[in-house]
């Protein structure tokens, strides 16, 4: 890579950013692991055109990271690999060099960084959306008799207000299901809060000594 450019930082003109974005995408396409790094090159056209623009022009750096780390997200959302995601900003750069714009290399490390939060900040948040997804019903509840349900009440009780959320939810799907009684068990507060809304659509409790056997091993394990 080349080193630091000190001239004046400039605006790129319409013909300039076409060539290099266009450069960008086929350096990472040279670098593609598999075919989603390669869907996900036309998906981030717009961050990565405010990632060149912010690299050139002087201003607040802030900027640049914060299109760096929408950059990373939006790879992440189409399945890009953490390769192509720790790896984009060569592109950029090349792209700037190739085409002999300036651009400033104090900010290379910090954006590159940008990007990778971006993009890990995504896989964690869509890491915890699918663990809370478990806990939604049908996949929380088994019939268990005629009209009685086993429910496993383990969402997560960090927060409030989607616990309650959650257990509104559940309690209308098993009143839609025809179920007028259920069997509770887990985490203390999912389970005031599911018996709670419960009793609001008019599910009563089923008495049971004991959890059935899939569900103690369940929670268990949980």
Not at 88 to 100: M, N, Y
Not at 194 to 222: C, D, H, M
């Amino acid at each position: 890579m080349a080193a630091a450019k000190h001239a004046p930082h400039r605006e790129l003109d319409e013909h300039q950013a076409e060539r290099a974005l266009a450069a960008w995408r086929e350096h990472d396409a040279a670098h593609a692991l598999h075919g989603h790094d390669r869907a996900a090159l036309c998906a981030a056209d717009a961050p990565r055109a405010l990632v060149l623009e912010h690299l050139v022009r002087p201003g607040l750096a802030r900027d640049l990271y914060n299109a760096c780390a929408r950059l990373g997200r939006l790879l992440a959302d189409a399945g890009a690999s953490p390769s192509l995601a720790v790896t984009t900003l060569d592109g950029a750069v090349r792209a700037l060099e190739d085409a002999d714009v300036p651009w400033d290399l104090a900010r290379l490390a910090p954006a590159r960084a940008s990007v990778a939060e971006g993009y890990f900040a995504s896989v964690v948040d869509g890491e915890r959306l699918a663990a809370r997804r478990a806990w939604e019903h049908p996949a929380c509840a088994v019939k268990v008799g005629k009209d009685v349900v086993a429910i496993v009440a383990g969402f997560p009780a960090d927060d409030g207000e989607a616990l309650a959320d959650w257990a509104a939810r559940v309690a209308l799907a098993v009143s839609r299901d025809g179920h007028r009684s259920a069997i509770v068990a887990g985490d203390g507060p999912a389970v005031a809060e599911l018996t709670q809304a419960l009793a609001l659509v008019g599910i009563s409790l089923a008495t049971s000594a004991e959890p059935p056997g899939w569900l103690a091993s369940l929670l268990k394990r949980g």
